[in-house]
């Protein structure tokens, strides 16, 4: 993966994690009934980890700047992933989880597929140029 292409995946996982935040921030009760989903008994309990996504968002961004040097954030990037996906896709198997997350976790874990390639191509980057 080249560093345009590198740049180019994490302003879209900042656009993809920022618009997330910002709709479940805003329109939490809307998204629920669209997938007609009973939302929780306090809907801060979605504002809080959307609130999450976008500073995830920013922190995507970051790393877009300045790939090379911002490399040790991707790792957090990738807990991101690995929390969600593993969640939903534990409830799916074992239990119940409405159909609404599930299609997030799928493209989360292609997200987390993404950044594990980009970040052992950064490390690699930065071992040749001296800056390991």
Not at 2 to 27: E, M, P, Q
Not at 47 to 63: G, W
Not at 84 to 93: E, K, L, N
Not at 109 to 131: K, P
């Amino acid at each position: 993966m080249n560093d345009k292409l590198t740049k180019l995946l994490f302003i879209v996982a900042g656009l993809y994690d920022g618009i997330l935040g910002i709709a479940f921030i805003f329109f939490p009760l809307a998204i629920f009934e669209t997938y007609m989903v009973e939302p929780p008994n306090h809907i801060a309990y979605v504002q809080f980890p959307a609130m999450l996504l976008m500073v995830f968002a920013a922190m995507f961004f970051q790393i877009a700047r300045d790939p090379v040097k911002n490399r040790g954030l991707i790792l957090y990037g990738c807990g991101l992933k690995i929390s969600y996906c593993s969640m939903v896709f534990w409830y799916q198997a074992t239990s119940i989880i409405p159909d609404m997350w599930i299609p997030w976790a799928w493209i989360d874990l292609v997200f987390l597929l993404l950044f594990i390639l980009a970040y052992r191509n950064l490390e690699m980057q930065a071992r040749r140029s001296g800056t390991a």
